[in-house]
């Protein structure tokens, strides 16, 4: 903020300007000539090599009017010339309205080699911290003073000039946006990026910056002009907003409000916003900021600086708190609290006009405050928004998990769309549920808190309209499929529509299709508000399937077929045209088919009750789940569906396990999934590969080569490639690009023998610990400051304390700060964070690392930030980069990484 000026700056600019009166609504075009003086000259500005044309005459004429450059000799400005390192300290002195302060200024001794009429001035900006004497001294030398400047050593004199010192430290991590930023000093970075986000510098043409090209004395003028917005006033130039304005004067407003009257000449210097070339009137709105220059009591020269002037007079956010005792007003403005002074009494309003009392003002409330001067106090509310906060039902309309969005239709008929928040307490019924379970239609009550959903419970979950029948017809036409049953409730025949890529379910089958269904089928059918079939579910086979059957004889003129079942019986049937042949996972022709049927063939047979063969398919691999292994015998039972095949393993056969490296027959564990591939006979065992899945965490990932980069629980790393087939889920089942997996979240990989088939992510809670009940298998966690959210993890919920060493969910306590995963099996592991308070010392972006004050040589000095790890102070949020130096937090980590720092008061 600047300082209110002390001596006559622009709110009072010699004693000849009095405003005892009330300000000036608008300025009469007759101004009192108590207080308007004529200039009885035109300034000297006549710089024959700086021609109006030039690009930097506006800039030139500015700095001349201010005192702060001459001419190199009468008449010349000699602007194409280097600007020496002391003539630019001595312009930011007089710049700064110090160069009296500078001349009563004790010498003291330097090393640098200065020109004796620059001496006062290089000794002032040590003393104000222009320059700084370890760097100077760093490169001093002959020369020192007249060395030329350059582009970044300039940019960075200006910035401190201007105090923005701290500004600049905080960009010194990041990179510019030139193309030579490797050429740029790293100790000017910071000032070159705070220079370039002020517009005081720009960059050259071809994108580059030139860091160590000499400065110009045209360039040095355009820096220096650019920082008037930035400056405080001094005895003859200043900053004001334009309240009015005549061709013959100014009225200006300053910082507190106070308007006083400015007078123009003939030869008064205007230049509009942004404009390189003056104009030939004044060009000034009200509201316009104004630089000026005066002397002899009238304005020689006008610059627009902000044509929204007014802009720093108001401020919008929302309230945190008002308190009429103090007469302060806590504003979150810009994730940032802001502490304002309000005017008594206050003004506050609606966006219509319409009064409010300051009691319907609530924390959440949007509001913009106004006042007449930039440190003035504000005396007037306009309430943009007022937050909704109410607990209601409805039913969902949509909701979408990943945009955090859901709409509902209210039982008071509205529909209204609510943001979702981070975390939502989701309730099934009286306990805690898993949010992705809900879907449209479903019938909730809901809490809105500030304007947002933050928690939810289930009244009635919907459940789709459906049917159950056994089916007496499938028809197909050129236009609709339908399909017929008798309703298992009254008897009478009932039809549907449906579509080609209807959902269907047989147990024991994969890959199926309406195609598999069958007459007599007993189902249940999943419906749509149209009545149309989404889903069909088989209740009851009407077919059977006999798998592993041996051939004995074919009859391809009677299409007889004799068989052995595993059994060892002997079963016949008659072949039909309706009888499909698949071969090796693909239908093919009844010729192509039937000539396999030979002698000792082994085939899978479908068929009805009356031994009618609707499909007969010749295997070359079964999926189930292993049931029984026998090492001696060399034989696995394989359990599919509802039947068990045990089959002989053949010469050489091969065992594909996940992650296991040359497994073996007695490394296949019983009630896993496989896949067992047959030879070529159909008689044997060729290949085993196991279905497993694991549970990782993502370190990081690379999408553009599908590669994951995993850590596990002890830090170790490892990287994998995911295939283009594998399918990517979220946690609420959506799937979803590589790239939008989230680093340092646990995920779950699908392997079939050595191939990732699936990648879904596990289902994961962060916070701190509210409650346990260890028998009910229950805990209630506060996730990010948010109320209380009950997790069913179940009595066989691992525990991991620092050690990695397991206990039970009795062993955790209130105040807990944990990490809970739902595994692949819905089994709970829970991490425990370890705790430590230290002092905090400062936070590195280019890493996002906090650095502690350690207790010990022992102790590391720094630690990374999980993700998504919550920083706060009560319940005031913070980001890392806010976190303040030399507080006292507590440290929770989890896997060497922060997940929660608890700043203390």
């Known amino acids: 903020m600047k300082k209110r000026a002390t001596k006559a700056a622009i709110v009072l600019l010699t004693a000849s300007m009095t405003l005892g009166a009330p300000a000036l609504a608008a300025l009469d075009t007759n101004v009192p000539q108590s207080t308007v003086q004529n200039v009885s000259a035109k300034p000297n500005l006549k710089f024959t090599d700086v021609p109006l044309s030039h690009w930097a005459n506006k800039y030139i004429t500015k700095l001349a009017l201010l005192g702060i450059v001459d001419g190199k000799s009468a008449g010349i400005y000699d602007p194409g010339s280097s600007v020496t390192q002391e003539e630019v300290i001595t312009m930011l002195v007089r710049m700064l309205g110090l160069e009296q302060a500078a001349r009563e200024l004790s010498s003291f001794a330097s090393d640098l080699e200065i020109s004796d009429y620059a001496k006062m001035y290089v000794f002032m900006a040590l003393e104000k911290g222009i320059i700084q004497y370890p760097e100077e001294s760093a490169t001093s030398g002959v020369g020192w003073g007249t060395r030329p400047a350059s582009r970044e050593w300039v940019a960075k004199l200006v910035i401190r000039a201007i105090g923005r010192q701290a500004e600049a430290n905080e960009l010194a991590g990041q990179a510019t946006r030139f193309g030579d930023d490797g050429d740029i000093s790293a100790s000017t970075r910071g000032f070159i990026n705070e220079a370039v986000a002020l517009k005081i510098v720009d960059g050259m043409d071809d994108g580059t910056f030139k860091p160590a090209k000499s400065v110009t004395r045209a360039e040095m003028a355009t820096f220096l002009s650019r920082t008037s917005p930035y400056m ?10 334009v ?31 942004n404009q390189s070339t003056p104009a030939a009137s004044q060009p000034f709105k009200q509201g316009n900021k104004l630089f000026i220059v005066v002397k002899d009591a009238n304005v020689v020269y006008a610059e627009v600086v902000e044509e929204n002037g007014k802009a720093a007079n108001v401020l919008e956010g929302t309230l945190v708190n008002l308190d009429f005792n103090t007469s302060q007003i806590v504003m979150k403005s810009n994730g940032k609290e802001i502490t304002a002074q309000i005017q008594i009494p206050l003004s506050i309003v609606d966006k219509d006009g319409k009064g409010l009392a300051s009691s319907e003002l609530v924390p959440g409330t949007v509001l913009e405050l106004n006042r007449t001067g930039s440190k003035a106090k504000y005396t007037s509310i306009i309430v943009k928004h007022i937050p909704l906060n109410k607990t209601a039902e409805g039913v969902i309309q949509s909701v979408n998990l990943t945009d955090k969005k859901i709409t509902i239709l209210e039982t008071d008929g509205s529909t209204a769309t609510y943001p979702m928040a981070n975390t939502v307490t989701y309730y099934a019924g009286t306990a805690g549920g898993d949010i992705s379970a809900i879907k449209a239609k479903d019938k909730i009550s809901f809490v809105i808190d500030t304007d947002v959903l933050t928690e939810m419970t289930m009244l009635a979950a919907y459940e789709p309209p459906s049917d159950k029948g056994r089916i007496s017809d499938i028809k197909e036409d050129k236009n609709y499929l339908y399909i017929t049953i008798i309703r298992s409730s009254d008897g009478k025949p009932a039809s549907y529509t449906f579509d080609s890529n209807l959902k269907v379910n047989i ?66 049937y008659e072949l039909s045209d309706s009888t499909v042949f698949e071969l090796y996972g693909s239908t093919t022709t009844f010729t192509l088919g039937a000539s396999n049927l030979t002698e000792g063939k082994k085939i899978d047979i479908l068929s009805s009750s009356e031994n009618t063969v609707k499909k007969i398919s010749i295997v070359y691999n079964y999926q189930g789940t292993i049931a029984r292994v026998s090492p001696l015998a060399r034989t696995i039972t394989l359990q599919v569906g509802d039947q068990y095949l045990t089959l002989t393993l053949g010469t050489g ?16 564990i019983v009630g896993e999934p496989a896949t067992i591939m047959l030879d070529s006979t159909g008689t044997n065992i060729s290949m085993v590969e196991v279905s497993r899945s694991f549970l990782v965490y993502l370190a990081n990932k690379s999408g553009s080569n599908r590669q994951l980069t995993l850590q596990d629980q002890l830090n170790g790393s490892s990287t994998i490639t ?10 609420s089942g959506q799937e979803i690009p590589i790239d939008s997996m989230s680093n340092e979240d646990p995920y779950v990989l699908y392997y079939k023998g050595s191939t990732i088939e699936k990648v879904q992510a596990a289902q994961v809670s962060r916070g701190n610990v509210l409650a346990v009940d260890a028998a009910a298998g229950k805990i209630t966690i506060s996730e990010a400051g948010s109320a209380g959210k009950t997790l069913e993890v179940g009595t066989a919920a691992v525990v ?8 039970t969910l009795a062993d955790l306590k209130a105040g807990d700060r944990i990490e809970a995963v739902k595994g692949q099996d819905g089994v709970y592991t829970i991490y425990t964070a370890t705790a430590m308070t230290r002092k905090t010392d400062y936070y590195d972006t280019a890493t996002s690392n906090l650095y502690i004050l350690r207790e010990s040589l022992g102790e590391a000095r720094n630690y990374p930030f999980h993700s998504k790890a919550y920083i706060h102070q009560g319940t005031i949020s913070y980001a890392p980069a806010s976190i303040p130096s030399g507080k006292t937090v507590t440290l929770y980590l989890i896997n060497g990484k922060i997940v929660e720092v608890d700043i203390q008061s």
């Open 653 to 668: 056969v091969g065992i594909v396990i996940p992650n296991k490296s040359n497994p073996a027959i007695t490394d296949l």
């Open 800 to 807: 991991k304390r620092t050690s990695l060493s397991d206990t």
């Open 722 to 731: 995911i295939p283009y087939s594998a399918k990517i889920y979220n946690m």
């Open 507 to 572: 147990s024991g089958m994969e890959y199926t299709s309406f195609r598999d269904l069958e007459v007599d089928d007993e189902v249940k059918l999943l419906l749509d508000d149209d009545n149309k079939v989404i889903e069909a579910v088989v209740t009851n086979r009407a077919l059977q399937t006999e798998f592993m059957n041996t051939v004995v004889s074919y009859d391809s003129k009677n299409r007889y077929l004799v068989v052995k079942n595993q059994a060892g019986k002997t079963v016949f």
């Open 243 to 273: 309240e009015s304005a005549t061709d013959k004067a100014v009225v200006l407003s300053d910082d507190y409000g106070d308007q006083k009257t400015f007078a123009f000449t003939a030869d008064t210097v205007f230049y509009g916003y």
């Open 232 to 241: 405080d006033s001094t005895d003859i130039s200043g900053l004001g907003i």
